[in-house]
């Protein structure tokens, strides 16, 4: 019989993936499943663009704790980024301009300003680059991650180690207690299998269009933004609705997105329309990433990250393992 510890992770997305990846990392004596009930395609991860800019709300349990996720995530990110499969994992760097007409503080971000290798004011002439009008501006590098090219090479590095992928809804954490330890990265999902209310949608609909030429990626206000990506797919955003559940495509809000986005680079009105896409963004404030015993089951939360998990959830994918990997040592009499 198998002295492993038993570990389930609940959730397919990036955050559940990542967990899955990081303790496999740490752990090499532990034995994981994944159950989803959505893979690849079918998460909200899978929608992003993935670009490494939170969003100056995105909090943690504190200021340190939140800025240690973001620091320990563009680590992560920078030494993919640094292998040869970079680009097969969908990691690539971008730089790119934030305009505003009206807000100075829209074009400043507390978060990365220290950790990017450059984020600074735009000049006058590159303030024309921006929508008519625009008033304030930044230009920045970081990287973006695309969830169609990692998830599905995470998912083959986990059951390469021995791993498992089941595609099962789980109901409750009771029916996992045959496990050591449960995380939970199961995004907004998690509302049910909590009963919390604090965790609440925010939709999202982006078009994705094959435009090449964009090389740089743009943000302007209203939510507007165009991040290009490999292959010469360009997304085009968004929106961001508080409390919605619609996962269907507006087409009022596609016109609107694609408006705001010509207002930019007007030359977007002739590229080919690949996709539209929703998502539903699980926030919650703040991100929880906490230890708790429910029912005798030892669970590990990682959710709530919002707009901006694909580029945290390496950040808190570490601290969950550190907590999990705690619980474990308390009470197992394996040596890990
Ligand atoms: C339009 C849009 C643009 C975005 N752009 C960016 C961006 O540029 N950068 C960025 O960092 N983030 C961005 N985000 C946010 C990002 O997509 C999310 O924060 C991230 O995908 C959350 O990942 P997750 O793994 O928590 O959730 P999901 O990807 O939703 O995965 C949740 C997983 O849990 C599973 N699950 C849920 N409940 C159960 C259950 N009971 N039993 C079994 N399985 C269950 C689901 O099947 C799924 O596999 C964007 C989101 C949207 C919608």
Redesign the pocket.
Request: with cysteine; aromatic share 8%; charged share 10%.
């Given at each position: 019989m198998s002295n492993k510890p038993k570990v389930a992770v609940?959730?397919?997305?990036?955050?559940?993936i990542t967990v899955a990846k990081v303790l496999q990392d740490q752990l090499k004596n532990v034995d994981v499943t994944v159950?989803?009930?959505?893979?690849e395609q079918d998460?909200?991860?899978f929608?992003?663009?993935?670009?490494f800019r939170p969003g100056t709300s995105f909090k943690g349990p504190t200021a340190e704790i939140t800025k240690k996720w973001i620091d320990d995530s563009w680590y992560f990110w920078q030494d993919l980024l640094k292998t040869p499969e970079a680009l097969e994992m969908g990691i690539m760097e971008v730089s790119g301009y934030i305009f505003s007409q009206e807000n100075y503080h829209v074009t400043r971000n507390h978060l990365i300003e220290d950790l990017v290798p450059t984020y600074r004011p735009v000049t006058q002439e590159e303030l024309k680059l921006g929508p008519n009008g625009s008033k304030y501006g930044s230009f920045f590098t970081t990287l973006k991650v695309e969830c169609g090219h990692f998830l599905p090479f995470t998912e083959k590095i986990i059951v390469e180690r021995g791993g498992k992928l089941i595609n099962?809804?789980?109901e409750s954490f009771a029916s996992l207690s045959d496990f050591d330890l449960v995380f939970n990265?199961?995004?907004?999902?998690a509302k049910y299998?909590c009963n919390d209310h604090d965790l609440v949608p925010i939709r999202?609909?982006?078009l994705k269009v094959k435009a090449p030429w964009v090389k740089t990626a743009f943000y302007g206000d209203y939510d507007t933004y165009i991040i290009p990506g490999l292959n010469g797919i360009v997304t085009l955003?968004?929106t961001r609705q508080y409390d919605s559940y619609n996962l269907n495509y507006c087409k009022y809000d596609g016109a609107a997105i694609l408006e705001r986005c010509c207002e930019i680079l007007p030359d977007l009105k002739n590229s080919e329309v690949v996709a539209n896409k929703v998502?539903?963004?699980?926030h919650r404030i703040p991100v929880r990433v906490e230890a708790e015993l429910i029912n005798g089951v030892k669970v590990v939360h990682c959710?709530g990250?919002?707009?901006?998990?694909?580029?945290?959830a390496p950040g808190t994918a570490i601290d969950a393992v550190q907590k999990g990997i705690q619980l474990l040592r308390s009470s197992t009499k394996t040596k890990l």
């Open positions: 609940i959730g397919g997305g990036v955050v559940g159950f989803a009930d959505k893979f998460t909200t991860s929608i992003a663009a993935g670009i099962k809804k789980i990265c199961a995004g907004l999902g299998l999202g609909q982006v955003g968004g998502g539903l963004r699980p959710y990250h919002g707009g901006y998990g694909v580029m945290t």
